[in-house]
């Protein structure tokens, strides 16, 4: 049984990925007091641990830095886990430094795979092929500190217990790109490796009127539901989630005042 992790919790921000051969292990290495994480590379089961395995001649881990935890995902035989490996910091918003996914990795805890049937082992390398794409995905965008898929105005409305939950409790669903990705996690009550991303589009710049300095920032959010390219998604479906849905909002600041402005697109 895992430990339940304490309310408002902070999100891990740098990490240390230890790729062991029967296991991946998660260390926070941003000043955090807490536990690592152990992923097992046969069933993509986890647990928490409170040191790193010992290395050895025949246990020489391949170590690398990770920015985030995207999430599992698991297909017929074997889990992936999904972790940020490059970022890049884009502005802020609200004063919270917003960051774009430059590269993303995906390891297999396939391990399994080793007693499953020919059949399985192909359709396997199918899935893993398209799950590559994932990759490749552009524009994705995370904070540690701050709900990126609320609008300004639905942050505002936010009671005091709600604030006090953990990011991706906040969040929109519709708009949480990895939502599925991170029910492994979610179960397992691993909230400070919970990071949620959404797809879309983030600027933020400085002008100037005058004297006065404008802080404007534009952000897209895209909705999970309904993707799809042009030729082959449009309209709605039977509950009523519409192609390609993007809600882009613009928010403006000067001497103290805050102005936002949303509009949705569809196809």
Not at 60 to 83: M, N
Not at 144 to 149: A, E, F, K, S, V
Not at 194 to 201: A, D, F, H, N, T
Request: glycine share 6%; proline share 4%.
């Amino acid at each position: 049984m895992m430990e339940r992790a304490e309310s408002g919790q902070k999100l891990y921000t740098r990490m240390r990925l230890w790729e062991f051969p029967d296991q991946f292990v998660v260390e926070p290495t941003d000043g955090s007091s807490g536990s690592a994480l152990a992923i097992s590379r046969a069933d993509g089961s986890m647990n928490l641990i409170h040191e790193v395995p010992e290395c050895s001649i025949l246990r020489v881990p391949k170590i690398r830095t990770i920015f985030g935890v995207v999430g599992v995902l698991k297909l017929l035989a074997g889990s992936y886990l999904i972790v940020i490996t490059e970022r890049e910091c884009v502005g802020s918003y609200l004063g919270h430094p917003i960051y774009k996914v430059a590269s993303l990795k995906i390891l297999p805890c396939d391990h399994s795979l080793n007693n499953s049937s020919a059949e399985q082992k192909k359709v396997e390398a199918e899935f893993s092929c398209l799950l590559k794409l994932a990759e490749r995905t552009p524009g994705l965008y995370f904070s540690y500190d701050t709900n990126l898929t609320l609008s300004v105005q639905r942050l505002n409305t936010l009671g005091d217990e709600s604030k006090l939950l953990p990011l991706w409790r906040q969040a929109e669903p519709r708009f949480l790109w990895n939502n599925y990705l991170m029910e492994a996690l979610i179960d397992n009550k691993l909230d400070p490796f919970l990071l949620p991303v959404i797809q879309g589009s983030f600027h933020h710049f400085q002008t100037a009127i005058g004297r006065d300095i404008i802080d404007v920032t534009l952000i897209a959010r895209r909705c999970t539901r309904r993707n799809g390219t042009r030729m082959w998604r449009r309209g709605a479906d039977s509950d009523g989630y519409v192609a390609n849905f993007v809600e882009t909002e613009q928010v403006v600041q000067m001497n103290g005042f805050m102005a936002s402005f949303v509009q949705v697109t569809f196809l």
